[in-house]
């Protein structure tokens, strides 16, 4: 019987106690050892108690552990700003630190609009996102977020924005390899950007590789330059949210590098802090913010905004990143792991897709992989089998695929230091949770019948 609780979050369920951490593993107090076969939510990209970034961090410490934006520079800050600016895309070079994701998209999104309200295009207010999206939970990033869960008890309380389909193209029938399909999809912006009044759509808003949502859905040939030059003819500024996709996970530290497409802001933070400090980032071309520092200032912030101890750690990560090529790993490991699972998607009739790039790599189940039919909505299968991989020691993460409503997607993405040894006890262990499930699957597929 474990002690009462007076934390609560989303539910009443119980995990056991965190014991220790160290790189792909977690144990328990009750010395049970995990495979953190999800990084957390996508977050421990560098894996767990890395020494450096605890030097790095204890070194911070022994100097200040805050120092307020608006009174100090800080050289942590200072130093990862450039570093983060060396590797996003040319003429991004002004960063703006924040705590996690939903922060960092609610700062791209007001950057935005007081962009366009300082230039004289203040007529500019709709942001266009994906149906299914996640983009934050706080209510304008949610104003985003395509899945509705999350969003409809809300609702009344937010400004919802325009939404389009996200290119799901296994899910249409479509061949992703086609550039007719991007153009088929990206057209879909056009068409909303037309339909809501071209002088009135701010920004258009998507992750390069899916997130959460979509279970690291990768785009169709053609559609991220598509998505480029539209924004373009209608004066719309592109956001890339890269809060999962970002970091190196995909193989490139941002994830649209993979179509050679630029944004105009980006959103970054899960693996780009790797769990050591709440940290994330908006980081923006310099022609965005000159205009809006001319005309007063940027009139947003967080309090921990810049926060040394974070991003003394987050400029250890990413040093971690570099020196050990985990870039280059993830997209070796990633290729391998997603080799893996596509076995498995031939011995598991159930398992309808595999999908991704580098370590964001996810599987999605279905009772009919010829129609893409979901399972039985009240299977629950994205909870069941998440439960079946955590008892034979396997951490995954699991969403709702269609629309938050049914369908079952898992996302794998172990951490970026993960080897071939760790490749075997993953797959290992899903191909144990996915035999003690197939049988339920069938006995479902028998009662829906």
């Known amino acids: 019987m474990q002690a009462k609780s007076h934390l609560f979050y989303q539910t009443r369920s119980r995990r056991p106690m965190l014991a220790r951490a160290s790189g792909v593993h977690i144990w328990d107090v009750n010395g049970k050892r995990y495979l953190d076969g999800s990084s957390g939510a996508m977050v421990s990209n560098i894996g767990h108690s890395d020494p450096r970034v605890i030097e790095a961090m204890r070194q911070q410490m022994d100097k200040s552990t805050f120092g307020y934006r608006l009174h100090f520079e800080t050289e942590p800050g200072e130093k990862l700003a450039e570093k983060v600016s060396r590797l996003s895309p040319a003429g991004m070079e002004k960063v703006f630190f924040v705590s996690g994701g939903s922060e960092a998209v609610e700062s791209a999104i007001k950057l935005a609009r007081q962009y366009a309200v300082t230039v004289g295009q203040g007529a500019r207010w709709k942001v266009i996102s994906r149906s299914p999206s996640y983009h934050g939970s706080t209510l304008g990033a949610l104003a985003l977020t395509g899945y509705a869960p999350l969003t409809d008890p809300f609702l009344p309380m937010m400004q919802a924005m325009p939404k389009i389909p996200a290119p799901r193209a296994y899910l249409d029938g479509l061949n992703m390899d086609d550039p007719a399909t991007g153009l088929h999809y990206a057209a879909m912006l056009e068409a909303k950007i037309l339909e809501e009044g071209a002088a009135s759509v701010l920004a258009f808003i998507h992750e390069p590789v899916g997130g959460a949502s979509t279970g690291a859905l990768v785009p169709p040939a053609g559609y991220m330059a598509a998505i480029r030059e539209i924004c373009d003819r209608y004066g719309v500024i592109l956001i890339h949210d890269e809060v999962m996709s970002g970091g190196g996970r995909t193989g490139r530290f941002m994830g649209a590098e993979h179509w050679g497409v630029d944004p105009d802001i980006i959103a970054i933070s899960k693996g780009f802090g790797a769990g050591y400090a709440p940290l994330g980032a908006m980081i923006a071309h310099e022609r965005f913010i000159e205009p809006v520092l001319t005309a007063g200032g940027f009139m947003h912030g967080h309090t921990y905004a810049g926060n040394p101890l974070a991003c003394a750690a987050g400029l250890a990560v990413l040093d971690v990143i570099e020196a050990d090529n985990l870039m280059d790993n993830a997209a ?113 597929l028998a009662r829906s019948a």
Request: proline letters at 4%; charged letters at 25%.
């Open 332 to 444: 070796k490991i990633g290729g391998l792991l997603k080799s893996r699972l596509q076995d498995l998607m031939q011995r598991f009739s159930f398992i309808g897709d595999v999908r991704g790039e580098g370590l964001l790599l996810a599987f999605e189940l279905v009772s009919d992989r010829r129609t893409m039919a979901p399972l039985p909505k009240a299977m629950s299968a994205h909870s069941e089998l998440v439960e079946l991989a955590y008892e034979e020691g396997l951490i995954i993460y699991s969403r709702r695929t269609r629309d938050g409503i049914e369908g079952d997607h898992f996302l794998v993405c172990p951490p970026m230091i993960s080897t071939k040894t760790d490749v075997e006890e993953i797959v290992a262990k899903l191909t144990s949770a996915l035999e003690q499930f197939e049988g339920r699957v069938g006995a479902a």
